[in-house]
């Protein structure tokens, strides 16, 4: 097993750009989801998705879009970057919401 | 607000002794307490979970306490050791409604060990 896999590891953007970032798993778990860690926050939740085809808003879902057609991938897209969205994005994933959480080493993103 | 945080943001101990790490929490209707464990450049790592019909937990050199009558959450960490350096965090798995879990994540401790 591969576990929770992200791509890219790095990435800079200009303001304005569109960019999507990669989250796949192999472990036929249900629950995925996307952090954002920023210094001195912690890790808050943007989106989650509780199995193919549905997903929800989390604590800060503004600017970001996300989607759930297979069990093992769940991309985050964002349509404009903003500086604001700098930050290492995480992606994790459970066999059901209310188990541990399994996360890829994220991904750090720089909108200059 | 609600929310689940750190008492100290930086701990240092000496290797051998051990470690506590304090979190609080401020939402009673959380059932589920997981910590993990963060070391740079990495993505969090699981290291021991809790429910709230529980008041203690043990793992390989790590214990998780749980009072919920001050609504206060610790990990122990036995004989701490330098590979224990990392940034620890507990989060709440909080019922949002609807059967729906979001997980709250505290800002984090920094444990530093002392060779």
């Known amino acids: 097993n591969a576990g929770v896999t992200q791509t890219p590891k790095f990435q800079v953007l200009k303001t304005g750009q569109s960019m999507t970032l990669q989250c796949a798993q192999d472990m036929n778990h249900e629950y995925m989801s996307w952090y954002r860690q920023d210094p001195g926050m912690g890790l808050r939740l943007i989106h989650y998705s509780v199995g193919a085809g549905i997903t929800d808003q989390g604590e800060v879902p503004n600017g970001y879009n996300v989607s759930r057609s297979t069990t093992e991938d769940f991309p985050l897209r964002l349509l404009s970057a903003a500086p604001s969205q700098t930050s290492v994005y995480f992606c994790?994933?459970?066999?059901?919401?209310?188990?541990?959480?399994?996360f890829g080493d994220g991904t750090r993103l720089s909108i200059l | 607000g609600e929310s689940v945080g750190l008492h100290l943001p930086t701990l240092s101990v000496q290797e051998g002794d051990n470690s506590i790490i304090n979190c609080a929490y401020s939402?009673?209707?959380?059932?589920?307490f997981i910590w993990y464990k963060q070391e740079s450049g990495k993505g969090p790592q699981f290291i021991i979970d809790?429910?709230?019909?529980?008041d203690k937990r043990q793992g390989q050199r790590v214990t998780v306490l749980l009072n919920k009558t001050v609504k206060h959450l610790s990990l122990q960490i036995a004989a701490t050791q330098p590979g224990d350096s990392a940034v620890y965090f507990c989060?709440?798995?909080?019922?949002?409604?609807?059967?729906?879990?979001?997980?709250?994540f505290g800002k984090g401790t920094k444990l530093s060990v002392i060779p």
């Open positions: 939402n009673s209707a959380s059932d589920y």
């Open positions: 989060a709440e798995n909080r019922n949002s409604g609807a059967g729906s879990y979001q997980l709250t």
């Open positions: 994790a994933s459970s066999l059901q919401q209310n188990q541990p959480q399994h």
């Open positions: 809790i429910r709230s019909n529980m």
